[in-house]
């Protein structure tokens, strides 16, 4: 008959367990990856595939520059009818060149 396997002395520890030289490094380089991954997560959203990321940063910028030029529309509107009433105030405008067209 087979005789059975010698018992190992020793118990097998898993490999995550054994000694590791230069553990400090591997600890900070995990560190760093974290790092990236939490800033990679806030720019571009918590997505599970990279590849599909969202991009948010052009919908934002895009958002800025049209709420900038709705704000140039507005204080155009209001900078103009207040130059209307000034003209108007002046006797300028309309009124004014249909006095000097009367001979």
């Not at 010698?6 to 118990?11: C, K, Q, R, V």
């Not at 600890?27 to 790092?35: G, I």
């Not at 918590?46 to 910028?61: D, E, G, L, T």
């Not at 009433?85 to 009124?95: H, I, K, T």
């Amino acid at each position: 008959m087979s005789t059975p396997p010698p018992a190992d002395p020793e118990p097998q520890l898993p490999e995550a367990f054994h000694y590791t030289p230069d553990e400090e490094k591997y600890v900070l380089q995990a560190d760093a990856l974290r790092h990236r991954q939490l800033r990679s997560a806030l720019l571009y959203g918590s997505s599970r595939y990279w590849r599909r990321r969202q991009q948010v940063w052009p919908a934002v910028i895009g958002g800025l520059i049209l709420v900038a030029l709705i704000c140039g529309v507005i204080a155009l509107v209001g900078a103009f009818g207040r130059q209307q009433e000034v003209n108007s105030e002046r006797g300028w405008g309309v009124n004014a060149q249909e006095t000097s067209a009367r001979p």
